[in-house]
């Protein structure tokens, strides 16, 4: 929804569509996992998915497009409950080795695919009335403007 204070600017709309992105995620990740924000599963989950790959807190801010400070607060928080746990590089000490505890293990196991249909639930509702080629052509131009930017 859009009201006559709304800025007519793009950057402005996406903001609001990830406000509510993030709302609506972070309700439905509160149902399964309380005290676990829709970006900490987003680690979480990158981090079970692929348990063979070493991650780094470096490859996470890649990924994610994030900030060190904001990918440290969000490590801090994993660890904190005991989800993830952190240690030095073997082939280089100044990197962080991020790595899901054995409690995260088990939490992902469990919840994964409760996750995984929360996610396209809110994609799915996000999208609603758009046609498949629709969402792909938005997918698509998303795509390119993050690349320009």
Do not use: C, W
């Not at 399964?32 to 990158?46: F, R």
Request: glycine share 4%; proline share 5%; net charge neutral.
């Amino acid at each position: 929804m859009t009201t006559e204070l709304t800025p007519p600017y793009l950057g402005a709309k996406v903001k609001m569509l990830n406000t509510q992105f993030e709302k609506k995620l972070n309700q439905r990740v509160a149902e399964i996992l309380p005290g676990v924000t829709g970006a900490q599963v987003g680690i979480l989950q990158m981090l079970f998915v692929r348990p063979e790959r070493i991650f780094t807190q470096k490859d996470i801010e890649q990924s994610f497009m994030l900030s060190h400070p904001t990918t440290r607060g969000l490590i801090k928080r994993l660890i904190q409950i005991d989800l993830i746990t952190t240690t030095p590089l073997a082939s280089d000490q100044r990197q962080v080795q991020v790595m899901l505890s054995e409690k995260g293990q088990q939490l992902m196991a469990t919840h994964i695919t409760a996750l995984e249909q929360n996610l396209q639930e809110v994609d799915e509702r996000a999208t609603k009335g758009l046609t498949p080629q629709e969402k792909q052509q938005l997918m698509q131009l998303m795509d390119r403007m993050i690349e320009n930017l």
